[in-house]
């Protein structure tokens, strides 16, 4: 009886401790996620010559999709932004496992998304699609590292437990 109490004990811990590494892997999503929507706008306003909130919308991610949907009339992105970054990156928005560096790079896109010609427009996504792939490259590098440091301090929780168990 002890023993399958014990066992629960480690795995329940190490399943705590994998339970902690979640946000490192959401920011991973969400940032995939903003690359792939970006890439999206890009074709929409670039290629296809849409306004911006209709090449928002035509993005297929839900975080740029919600800000399209969010833009009125005469409204600029940075504004529109502004706006839906605030709600959105309270705990339990689209985008709250972002950092400050993922948020500036963003910002910086929004402020001067629409405000000026194709050409520049392009230039803008391209440094806004470079500094997000930096950024993911950084973010899968820390997930692994949180995925096996909460899980390791998780199991070993759960022994030093089994062992009191026992």
Known sequence: MRLALAFCVVVGCGL??????????RRVETLT???QGVRVLRV???RMLEPVSIALTASECPALEQ??????????AGRTWRVVAERETRPGGLMDVLT????????TLFNQLGESGREQQDILIASTLEALGKNLSDAEKR???????YLSLGLLT????ALIVI
Do not use: F, T, V, Y
């Open 158 to 161: 759960g022994l030093m437990l």
């Open 143 to 149: 997930a692994g590292e949180a995925e096996r440091l």
């Open 16 to 25: 705590c401790g994998n339970a902690l590494s979640m946000s490192a892997r």
């Open 33 to 35: 996620g903003l690359i």
């Open 44 to 46: 929409h306003m670039i």
């Open 100 to 107: 400050l560096e993922d948020r500036r790079a963003l910002d």
């Open 67 to 76: 800000l399209g949907r969010a833009m009125k009339p005469g409204d600029s």
